[in-house]
Nanobody, 123 residues
């Protein structure tokens, strides 16, 4: 299974982007999926996640209320809708498949990672 993240780009502060994470060569329908981001000279941080069925989501404090994660298991795709973007949201965003059904904030609980997509928010 491979994950492909897409949808990144350059946006002004206050704007929106929607990232997609598509799985190919298999399914991740029975796994949680997480989104992480990494800015230059910073550690990778949890952005949010969704459980296997899509009925539960969890977000970092910094993204709660602005970001929304959803999934379409029929399309093998998970989405990250980002609204009210801030310059501090600038980072490479990664999606990852969890080792289990449930969401985790810990990156070592994810075993399959997409290649990342750059999000740049200008002030």
């Amino acid at each position: 299974v491979q994950l492909q993240a897409s949808g990144g780009g350059l946006v002004q502060a206050g704007g929106s982007l929607r990232l997609s994470c598509a799985a190919s060569g298999g399914t991740f329908a029975t796994y949680a999926v997480g989104w992480f981001r990494q800015a230059p000279r910073k550690e990778r941080e949890f952005v949010g996640g969704i459980n296997w069925g899509g009925g539960r989501t969890q977000y970092a404090d910094s993204t709660e209320g602005r970001f929304t994660i959803s999934r379409d298991n029929a399309k093998n795709t998970v989405y990250l809708q980002m609204n009210s973007l801030k310059p501090e949201d600038t980072a490479v965003y990664y999606c990852a498949r969890g080792r289990t059904l449930v969401i985790s904030e810990r990156h070592w609980d994810y075993d399959l990672w997409g290649q990342g997509t750059q999000v740049t928010v200008s002030s």
